[in-house]
C-alpha cells in the first residue's frame, strides 16, 4: 500500500476569511433517516452473529422518510396525514436453508430507534413499510471470501483534523439542545433543531432552527418567553466555549405580528412535509462543511464488516487525528479503495499537511498502518452501537 505524504500550500481553515459550517440534529428529517438506517444496520449484524456467529452481506442505506401532514396550532394540533417510512437495501435473507425475519427485524429496528429519539411521536403518527431485498449473488461472494475482508467498492473515504472553532461551537450547541438535561428544562423545545455556523473573519454568526413542540405551547407569549430563554441558554454557552466574537440567531422564520412560529406536533418537521434520505445530512463527523474535503458517501446503514464508505471516511478521521496530535497542524486524510482488495490494504493512503509541522513528523506511516490494520476492531465497535456515522 502506498502512503502519500504532502505538504498543501493552502491557507488554514482558521485563517480563511469565510468558514461555513452545518449540523442537522437528532430529530431532523435527513438525520432521523440515518439514524434508522443504522439501526437498521446494527441489528441485522447482532442477529446474523447470534445465528451464524458472523456477520452476512447487507447495505440498509436505502431509507426515506416521506413527509406527512398536521395541522398545528397553540396547545396541539392533529396529524392528518402520518409520514411514511419506507426500508430498502439489501440483506441476506436466507442463509444454509433457513429464513431469516430481515423485514421484521428492520421494521423493529427503525420503530425502536425514531420513538426513541422523538418522545412527543405517537405510534399513529408514522407508517412504515420495508422492502429490503435479498443481496447481489457478486457482492455476498467479495463479503464472504477467507482472510480478511474485500473492499466492496472503489471509493475513497476522507477524514480530517482538528475541527475549527466554529465547528465545535456547531457540534457544541446542537447537542446542549438535544441533551436530556436541556430537555428536561425546556420540554417546548423538540429535537428538530439545526444549527448554521458562520465565520467571517473573525466574527461568528449562528443561526438555530429549532422545532416547538406545539402541546407544551399554550400560547405566542410563552413561545416569545421560552426562546428567549433559549437564546440566552446558547449565549451562556457560547460566553464558556468561544474565543470569538459571536451573534445567535433562531427561527429567524417566525412572523411574531402574524402570530406565524415553528410549531410541531412531534418535535419534527418530517410531519409536515419536510422528507428525509440517508446521505443527505451530516458525514461522520456530525457536520457539514463546505470549506473542507469530505466525502459524499452515505455511512449511516452500510454494513460495518467490509463497506469502504463506512469503514474508511470513520478511519480517515481517527488517523487524522493521531497524525494531528504528532505534528500540531492541520491534516487531510483520503484512503482509496479497490474492489476485492484486504479492506486493510488500501490502493492509496494520502496524507496532506496544511501549515507548518511540530513534533513528531516520522510516525505518520505507522498510525496509518495501524489503524488500517485495526478495522476489525472498529466493525465491532459500530457493531457495539458506540460509533456515531451521522
Known amino acids: 500500500m502506498p502512503i502519500v505524504i504532502e505538504s498543501i500550500k493552502r491557507t488554514p481553515i482558521e485563517e480563511q476569511k469565510v468558514e461555513i459550517v452545518e449540523r442537522k440534529g437528532v430529530g431532523h428529517p435527513d438525520s432521523l433517516a440515518d439514524g434508522m438506517a443504522e439501526s437498521v444496520s446494527i441489528n441485522l449484524c447482532r442477529e446474523y452473529i447470534k445465528r451464524y456467529d458472523t456477520v452476512l452481506h447487507h447495505n440498509t442505506d436505502k431509507l426515506e422518510i416521506v413527509g406527512g401532514e398536521a395541522d398545528v396550532e397553540f396547545g396541539g394540533g392533529k396529524i392528518i396525514r402520518p409520514m411514511f417510512i419506507l426500508l430498502s437495501g439489501r440483506a441476506v435473507t436466507r442463509f444454509d436453508g433457513e429464513d431469516i425475519p430481515v423485514h421484521e427485524i428492520g421494521l423493529r429496528s427503525a420503530k425502536e430507534y425514531i420513538h426513541g429519539v422523538l418522545p412527543n411521536l405517537q405510534r399513529e403518527d408514522a407508517v412504515f413499510e420495508s422492502k429490503i431485498g435479498h443481496g447481489s449473488a457478486e457482492l455476498v461472494d467479495v463479503f464472504q471470501r477467507n482472510g480478511a475482508p474485500s473492499a466492496n467498492d472503489t471509493s475513497v473515504g476522507v477524514g480530517y483534523s482538528p475541527l475549527s472553532e466554529t465547528e465545535s461551537l456547531v457540534l457544541g450547541i446542537e447537542g446542549l439542545l438535544n441533551s436530556g438535561d436541556f430537555k428536561k428544562k425546556y420540554p417546548e423545545l423538540g429535537e428538530d433543531v439545526k444549527v448554521m455556523g458562520l465565520r467571517q473573519n473573525h466574527n461568528i454568526t449562528l443561526t438555530v432552527a429549532g422545532a416547538f413542540v406545539s402541546g407544551k405551547v399554550p400560547d405566542l407569549d410563552h413561545y416569545i418567553s421560552v426562546k428567549d430563554d433559549i437564546v440566552s441558554e446558547i449565549e451562556d454557552y457560547l460566553s464558556d466555549n468561544a ?48 470549506n473542507r474535503e469530505m466525502s459524499l458517501e452515505a455511512a449511516a446503514g452500510k454494513n460495518p464488516v467490509n463497506h469502504v464508505g463506512k469503514l474508511y471516511n470513520i478511519a480517515a478521521g481517527r488517523i487524522a487525528a493521531d497524525i494531528h496530535s504528532e505534528v500540531q497542524c492541520e491534516v487531510y486524510v483520503k484512503l482509496l479503495s479497490q474492489i476485492g482488495k484486504p479492506i486493510t490494504d488500501p490502493l492509496m493512503a494520502s496524507i496532506e499537511l496544511v501549515g507548518e509541522p511540530e513534533g513528531n513528523v516520522s510516525g505518520m506511516e505507522s498510525i496509518v498502518a495501524e489503524h488500517l490494520a485495526n478495522i476489525p476492531s472498529l466493525t465491532q465497535e459500530i457493531i457495539g452501537g458506540s460509533v456515531g456515522v451521522f
Open 243 to 290: 474565543e470569538r466574537s459571536t451573534r445567535v440567531f433562531m427561527n429567524m422564520a417566525d412572523d411574531i405580528e402574524k402570530g406565524v412560529v415553528y410549531l410541531t406536533l412531534t418535535g419534527t418537521s418530517a410531519e409536515a412535509g419536510d422528507d428525509g434520505e440517508v446521505g443527505r445530512g451530516n458525514r461522520v463527523n456530525g457536520l457539514i462543511t463546505p
